[in-house]
């Protein structure tokens, strides 16, 4: 397989960010609902983790089914996206409020959760684009 910058497609990296974050956030809702995310950041961590690769994997593999092409660029579309949200999030509305989390979190939690959802989303898109091309709806079109 080979991946082209022209099958980037940043309209749908945005969308499936949106949604991934969405889906994480309502992953971790339910989690604390159950009681599941608390008091407890040891425990809490795992969960935060478990949530957001959750989130990344799913929205990436409905990204990689959308584009059908270049899985590991726009995979890593989205890991950079969130970078930019990031840093935009904490530029207009952190520093104005003074409550930034880039005062809050290491640096290296931060680097391992950027790199642990650009990783979920590229098995998401490389999983999504490997069943668009293999899967039963590829094998009715070409019977067809």
Known sequence: MHEYVRNIRPGWIAFGWFIAVALTSLILLALAGLGFVGDNPNQEAVFVAAAL?????????????????????NGLGMGIFSIVAWVAINLFLGEPTGSATWRDLDVWTVAGLLVLQAVAAIIGARLGVRWIRSGPQAASSSEA
């Open 53 to 73: 690769v959750a989130g990344f994997l799913v929205t990436g593999f409905f990204v990689g089914t959308r584009v059908a092409a270049a899985p590991h660029l």
